[in-house]
């Protein structure tokens, strides 16, 4: 059964004092700490001292839920069976006592004649020897809200038995509803700032992670806080900007800022993605800046600040733009020496470079050319000229040798003195290297179409700059472009010689076909007019006529043939039909056919043939080769004479042709096998260009080679056909 709270007998002065003394106490106790589950644990540990036999402190939370906070007994070994148990929340909210406690805030008194009467009101503890007689429900209320409900149970069936006066115990809970209360709005309170203090690191570590640069200035423009990629922009740590101004921190160039600062101030409006340079110790770099206004209330205090910067986007814009100039002017001139002057006008006066050369290879593929050497001063124009005394031979550690023989770009970011030791070639040079003063250098290779046409070089004399990756790159593009204008300028000049050449040899065909074909009708003319007056004509003037018509045909059908030959070979239908050739017999023979051709241009014939040479070629296109020969030998040099020989030599067929006539002019060998290229001199019109060159192409056609050396003894000239080996036949057995 259940009673409110029986009244209090009257207490003798002694319990009264008791009574007061144990509330100072249990007041002084509750107040020392805030902490919640302290707290909880005060309030139990006081209640079982001063009367209850097991105390068990119920909490409520916020959504109504009941959970066990605190207990304690009398007893170390029930304490020690009760935590031994475990207990979960509310294993004395069982009953409607209880509830209704809860609901009403009055304290309960509940009594049972035995264990079984108190079962439906709560779960004995287990402690050894204990049976509850009596439960004690007092609510801890803090106005309307119930804080939670402290259980007392006692060995003893009655209140009287606790001899506890309802003020002290009503005090008591009282008290320690108010130190719950305060301990859970200091719980709370924790709890909020827990949450403010989470919100204000995230905050942290999102300003400090930023790769955009955030600062918070108040109304005197005094930093309240920076994050670190802003301190790494004005080059001081972040912890120093605090309470400083921008002018403080970065000096003179502050000022525009702070003064857009103050406008938005002022305005309240923001100043958005506004553009900023900063020059300092060298360094040119650009900046987006926004500034905006801060308010706490609708009014302004202070002035937010990010800051990006936008020095890589734009030094690439403007070389974009500088490219895009660059490629307009380069392509302006067809002539390659002011394209190459033009790439260094643009590399020193864009500031890339405080001087710049350019170096070509030279026809010969080793030696180089120092087609361009320029300055952004007059003194060191001088000290380029000077250099021009040293040539970087091949092999040499010069950097541009380097970068010719690889191919590679080069970047020396810092020319120190130990560099320019390695690379000098002479005290001088290395005495010339020092006057022109280079701190950094790039090298890089003129490359078009996969061919290596020279290298670009340019130099910093500012100690303070070094190139860098990009600037490599950068040149590497500019210097492409100016290989592509370079190499088309180049095959412009080759297309224009080889349109000169074709109109010189159409004019030169069309004259030398026109000679035969005018000689040929004219004896044909003559003989057809005696004829139709029926003159007798002389056998030997008509045998006269007739051979002279017959060599204007010959004449006439090889250039016509050499023609065929050349659109042949430009068409890649030039055949061949291989059989086993006994060079030897085969040059006997051509001798014997051109004996009147030979004798007549005074040419005597010396022939080294006698050992059968066997080669796999087409017969006709090698007396075609051998004769053309022969009569470049008749026509350069009438008469001296001519050497003819065969042999094997590595493998292959060589047939040697050597005349003793002028020879070949130093430098022309590889053009003589041109199309279209004559003979200077009085030859110069007396040939179509056309012989030496089908006739190296019918050599290369069969696998094999046509080349001209100098004798190395006497003057002339000596060509040497190289051809494949056919198989040699067996030599004849005799009969017995």
């Not at 004449?555 to 060079?583: K, N, P, W």
Request: hydrophobic share 45%; proline share 6%; net charge negative.
């Amino acid at each position: 059964m259940s009673d409110e709270l029986p009244t209090s007998r009257p207490q003798p002065p002694a319990a009264l004092a008791r009574a007061d003394a144990f509330l100072s106490e249990a007041s002084r106790l509750l107040a020392e700490s805030l902490d919640w589950e302290q707290t909880l644990a005060t309030v139990v540990r006081l209640a079982v001292r001063e009367w209850a036999d097991v105390a068990l402190l119920d909490v409520v939370e916020d959504g109504g839920q009941v959970s066990l906070g605190a207990f304690a007994t009398r007893i170390p070994a029930w304490q020690r069976a009760l935590e031994q148990q475990q207990l979960r929340p509310g294993p004395w909210s069982r009953g409607v006592d209880w509830e209704r406690a809860l609901e009403d805030g009055g304290a309960r008194w509940v009594t049972a004649p035995d264990a079984r009467g108190l079962t439906a009101h709560a779960e004995p503890p287990g402690g050894p020897g204990f049976t509850p007689r009596a439960l004690l429900l007092l609510p801890l209320c803090k106005g309307p809200r119930r804080l939670g409900l402290l259980t007392l149970a006692f060995a003893r069936p009655s209140m009287e038995d606790a001899a506890t006066p309802r003020e002290v115990v009503e005090d008591f809970a009282h008290r320690a509803a108010l130190a719950l209360a305060n301990a859970l709005q200091y719980r709370e309170a924790q709890a909020r700032l827990r949450q403010q203090d989470a919100r204000f690191a995230s905050m942290r570590a999102f300003l400090d992670a930023a790769p955009v640069g955030m600062a918070l200035f108040d109304r005197d423009l005094r930093c309240v806080r920076a994050n670190p990629t802003m301190a790494s922009y004005n080059r001081t740590p972040a912890e120093a900007h605090t309470g400083r101004t921008l002018s403080e921190l970065v000096g003179s160039r502050a000022r525009p800022v702070e003064a857009m600062m103050r406008e938005v101030l002022h305005t309240g409006m923001p100043a958005v993605d506004q553009l900023l340079t900063d020059a300092h110790d060298g360094e040119r770099r650009s900046f987006r800046v926004t500034h905006f206004p801060v308010t706490a209330d609708g009014t302004v205090t202070g002035v937010g600040t990010t800051v990006t910067e936008v020095t890589e986007q734009k030094v690439e814009e403007e070389r974009l733009r500088f490219l895009a100039e660059a490629t307009a002017r380069l392509s302006h001139s067809l002539d390659w020496r002011t394209t190459l002057r033009t790439a260094a006008q643009l590399l020193v006066g864009g500031k890339l470079a405080d001087y710049c050369t350019v170096d070509v290879l030279a026809d010969d593929g080793q030696g180089l050319e120092r087609v361009e050497a320029l300055a952004s001063d007059a003194a060191t124009q001088r000290l380029l000229q000077e250099a021009l005394r040293f040539p970087p031979p091949p092999g040499s550690r010069s950097p541009i040798r380097h970068v010719l023989e690889t191919g590679r770009p080069l970047l020396a970011a810092h020319i120190d003195p130990a560099w320019r030791d390695a690379l000098s070639l002479s005290p001088a040079h290395r005495e010339l290297m020092e006057a022109l003063g280079g701190h950094s250098a790039m090298f890089v290779p003129l490359v078009a179409r996969g061919r290596c046409l020279g290298v670009l070089s340019v130099v910093s004399q500012d100690a303070n700059r070094r190139y860098q990756d990009r600037d490599m790159d950068f040149l590497e593009d500019l210097a492409s472009r100016t290989a592509l204008a370079v190499d088309n300028a180049w095959l412009y000049r080759e297309a224009s010689r080889a349109v000169a050449a074709r109109d010189e040899f159409v004019a030169i065909a069309t004259h030398e076909l026109r000679t035969p074909l005018s000689a040929l009708q004219l004896q044909l003319a003559s003989l057809l007019r005696a004829v139709d007056q029926g003159l007798p004509l002389e056998p030997e003037r008509l045998r006269q006529s007739l051979a002279s018509t017959q060599r204007q045909a010959e004449r006439l059908s090889h250039l016509v043939t050499h023609l065929f030959e050349v659109a042949r070979i430009s068409t890649g239908r030039l055949s061949l039909e291989r059989e086993d050739v006994d060079l030897s017999a085969l040059v006997h023979r051509l001798v014997s056919r051109l004996e009147e051709a030979l004798a007549t241009a005074g040419c005597a014939p010396v022939l080294h043939a006698n050992t059968p040479v066997v080669a796999h070629v087409d017969r006709l296109r090698v007396e075609q080769v051998l004769m053309n020969l022969l009569s470049n030998a008749m026509k350069y040099a009438p008469g001296q004479p001519v050497e003819l020989s065969v042999d094997v030599e590595d493998g292959a067929a060589l047939v040697t042709v050597r005349d003793w006539g002028a020879g070949i002019p130093t430098g022309a060998a590889p053009r003589i096998f041109e199309r279209f290229e004559r003979a200077t001199g009085e030859h110069a019109r007396a040939s179509l260009g056309l012989g030496l060159y089908i006739s190296r192409q019918i050599a290369r056609a069969h696998g094999g080679e046509l080349t001209v050396e100098t004798p190395s003894r006497g003057p002339g000239a000596r060509f040497v056909l190289r051809l494949p080996l056919g198989e040699v036949p067996p030599a004849p057995t005799s009969s017995p």
